[in-house]
């Protein structure tokens, strides 16, 4: 009788190796773009600056010039970037910001939220789950510094005075229905009248081709 299951009498290398085939044998979309600073208005209009923009679908490496920005009133931020790479069945997506500074709402006298950098990186490979992660140095929010807890979506809110409830996502993270693509920013801010900031915003995918 034969009792020994015939999995057991294939060497676990030639079973990783026809993995791997397998995974080659398919043909995918690289898909991915690194931000360093994302505004999104609550009609709709956006603003993005140290943006790669999208990778294109065959792959490719894509920094965007490393640039300082601005809003009177809202932010600064000394140096900004984002880079994404595509290649080897594997998507890559990269933001960071340095010098960050959130900018008292209303007239304050404290700056909302401050970083001395602020780092996201968001990795597929072909046929495994999307991970990603985010770094942060010297974080404060109203002054005083944060415990980063390093797991996805960190969530707080503060009530800053005439303005309201401010929401505030560290290392924000979503993954797309079928697990394909996957989106990480350091910081997600949502303000009182809905509009949005993302801090180091990074993406990645891996899309099989029909």
């Known amino acids: 009788m034969l009792t020994k299951s015939i999995w057991s009498t294939i060497p ?30 609550s009609t709709g209009q956006s603003q993005s600056w140290g943006d790669t923009g999208p990778l294109p679908g065959k792959g490719g490496d894509i920094w965007s010039p490393e640039t300082s920005a601005s809003i009177s009133g809202v ?19 990269i933001g960071k910001v ?9 007239g304050g006298t404290v700056n909302l939220l401050s970083a001395d950098n602020v780092y996201s990186k968001t990795i597929v490979v072909a046929g495994k ?29 503060v009530n800053v005075a005439g303005v309201g409830a401010v929401h505030i996502i560290l290392n924000y993270q979503s993954v797309s229905a079928d697990g394909t693509t996957m989106t990480t920013s350091a910081i997600r801010i949502i303000f009182p009248d809905s509009s949005n900031l993302y801090i180091a915003k990074s993406l990645a995918g891996m899309v099989p081709l029909p």
């Open 12 to 41: 676990l290398a030639l079973i990783l190796v026809s993995q791997a085939a397998l995974a080659q044998a398919t043909d995918y979309r690289y898909v991915g773009r690194g931000t360093g600073m994302l505004a999104k208005s």
């Open 75 to 93: 932010f600064q931020a000394g140096t900004i970037a984002g880079r994404t790479i595509g290649k080897d069945l594997k998507a890559v997506g």
């Open 98 to 106: 340095s010098g960050l500074q959130i900018l008292p709402l209303l």
């Open 129 to 157: 789950p999307a991970y990603g992660f985010s770094q942060f140095d010297g974080l404060t929010i109203m002054g005083s510094p944060v415990t980063v807890s390093g797991a996805p979506n960190q969530s707080m809110k």
